[in-house]
């Protein structure tokens, strides 16, 4: 695999399209896998969000949200998981398995840590071409597999439930998020000598939304995501999954203690992934700007701020809607978008 060295925090153009990049060595990699932007910025900026999303949430629907913990109640999502941690595991029946439970969210957590290595913010940017099909198994496909094994694991009435209803999104849901991201992918790097690379897409990407030939795609594009990262991530109307009044907690019921903090986790910092590759991938991060300016690092937080802003403002307007009405609604608003704009993509390309 290829890597490039990245100390700035700047995509070198140059580098990222002509492939002539340099080895990282292990103490760049444990930095980056351990520290930014890997486990401890991961896992940092996944409490922000969360307090973020309460925090808007409370502001639209006319309530206070967390405020005593820290300041302006910003660390109430650190305690709340630090409250999970130290309270008793419950053995809720004989075929309960909460170690296996427990290694599959850890194995979910490390992947979308190691995803963050391919995004451009890592410092010591980690590349090749194709990576994109890399970074979304293990940001998407894997951490999702990960929770279907961890609630199996820890079998019930609603889990099973909850499970089915969870399938039956993703049959839609995944396919439209990556179709969404894949697109601007392919048309980024097309004509460079690294296709689908995630770094060449981030140069790039903003030059299609200059594009008049380009632009209605990239919009068809942006539509689908919004869809889809809100059943991604199962935000209402599509919390079918978990719907409380219905099954408790769906797949989650049977969650306690320290495995219930690892599962918000994952859920949080699946959240972040999500945004942060919508806010590279389709949005261009610090595009006109480099990451080394402060012009590039405010633009790189207000996309991202806005991507969170969007998803929970659709979180907060609809109502759960039943499981058949979120299928039809999937299809029509989140992976028909998404196929259209990868036909009239490919008509650009080779046409």
Same mark, same amino acid.
């Given at each position: 695999?290829?890597?490039?060295?990245?100390?700035?925090?700047?995509?070198?153009?140059?580098?990222?399209?002509?492939?002539?990049?340099?080895?990282?060595?292990?103490?760049?990699?444990?930095?980056?896998?351990?520290?930014?932007?890997?486990?401890? $910025?991961?896992?940092?900026?996944?409490?922000?969000?969360?307090?973020?999303?309460?925090?808007?949430?409370?502001?639209?629907?006319?309530?206070?949200?967390?405020?005593?913990?820290?300041?302006?109640?910003?660390?109430?999502?650190?305690?709340?998981?630090?409250?999970?941690?130290?309270?008793?595991?419950?053995?809720?029946?004989?075929?309960?398995?909460?170690?296996?439970?427990?290694?599959?969210?850890?194995?979910?957590?490390?992947?979308?840590?190691?995803?963050?290595?391919?995004?451009?913010?890592?410092?010591?940017?980690?590349?090749?071409?194709?990576?994109?099909?890399?970074?979304?198994?293990?940001?998407?496909?894997?951490?999702?597999?990960?929770?279907?094994?961890?609630?199996?694991?820890?079998?019930?009435?609603?889990?099973?439930?909850?499970?089915?209803?969870?399938?039956?999104?993703?049959?839609?849901?995944?396919?439209?998020?990556?179709?969404?991201?894949?697109?601007?992918?392919?048309?980024?790097? $097309?004509?460079?000598?690294?296709?689908?690379?995630?770094?060449?897409?981030?140069?790039?990407?903003?030059?299609?939304?200059?594009?008049?030939?380009?632009?209605?795609?990239?919009?068809?594009?942006?539509?689908?995501?919004?869809?889809?990262?809100?059943?991604?991530?199962?935000?209402?109307?599509?919390?079918?999954?978990?719907?409380?009044?219905?099954?408790?907690?769906?797949?989650?019921?049977?969650?306690?203690?320290?495995?219930?903090?690892?599962?918000?986790?994952?859920?949080?910092?699946?959240?972040?992934?999500?945004?942060?590759?919508?806010?590279?991938?389709?949005?261009?991060?610090?595009?006109?700007?480099?990451?080394?300016?402060?012009?590039?690092?405010?633009?790189?937080?207000?996309?991202?701020?806005?991507?969170?802003?969007?998803?929970?403002?659709?979180?907060?307007?609809?109502?759960?809607?039943?499981?058949?009405?979120?299928?039809?609604?999937?299809?029509?608003?989140?992976?028909?978008?998404?196929?259209?704009?990868?036909?009239?993509?490919?008509?650009?390309?080779?046409?």
């Amino acid at each position: 695999m290829a890597r490039h060295p990245n100390p700035s925090g700047s995509i070198d153009e140059h580098l990222v399209l002509t492939g002539e990049v340099k080895p990282m060595d292990v103490f760049q990699l444990l930095f980056a896998t351990l520290i930014f932007p890997g486990l401890v $910025f991961l896992t940092a900026l996944s409490f922000l969000t969360q307090y973020l999303v309460r925090k808007l949430s409370a502001r639209m629907q006319r309530r206070m949200g967390p405020k005593y913990v820290g300041p302006v109640g910003i660390l109430q999502p650190v305690y709340d998981f630090l409250k999970l941690l130290r309270a008793k595991e419950l053995l809720k029946t004989r075929y309960s398995m909460i170690r296996a439970a427990e290694i599959s969210l850890l194995l979910g957590l490390s992947s979308l840590v190691a995803s963050m290595l391919l995004l451009p913010l890592n410092v010591y940017s980690v590349g090749s071409p194709y990576d994109f099909l890399i970074f979304f198994y293990m940001a998407s496909i894997w951490p999702i597999i990960m929770i279907i094994i961890a609630s199996l694991s820890m079998p019930g009435p609603y889990t099973s439930v909850g499970v089915s209803r969870l399938l039956s999104i993703l049959t839609v849901s995944e396919p439209a998020f990556f179709t969404g991201l894949l697109v601007p992918v392919a048309l980024a790097s $097309f004509d460079t000598n690294a296709p689908l690379m995630i770094s060449a897409t981030a140069v790039r990407v903003v030059n299609l939304w200059m594009n008049p030939l380009t632009l209605p795609i990239m919009i068809l594009v942006t539509i689908s995501l919004i869809v889809a990262v809100q059943s991604k991530l199962m935000l209402p109307p599509f919390n079918i999954p978990e719907a409380e009044q219905e099954i408790i907690a769906g797949y989650e019921t049977e969650f306690s203690g320290p495995l219930l903090a690892l599962a918000i986790l994952l859920h949080d910092m699946d959240t972040v992934v999500s945004a942060l590759a919508i806010v590279y991938l389709v949005l261009g991060g610090p595009a006109p700007f480099s990451h080394a300016s402060i012009e590039g690092v405010l633009l790189v937080i207000l996309k991202y701020f806005l991507v969170i802003t969007v998803a929970t403002y659709v979180k907060n307007v609809f109502g759960r809607y039943r499981i058949d009405q979120a299928l039809v609604l999937l299809l029509k608003y989140g992976l028909m978008p998404a196929v259209i704009a990868g036909v009239l993509g490919s008509i650009y390309l080779y046409l």
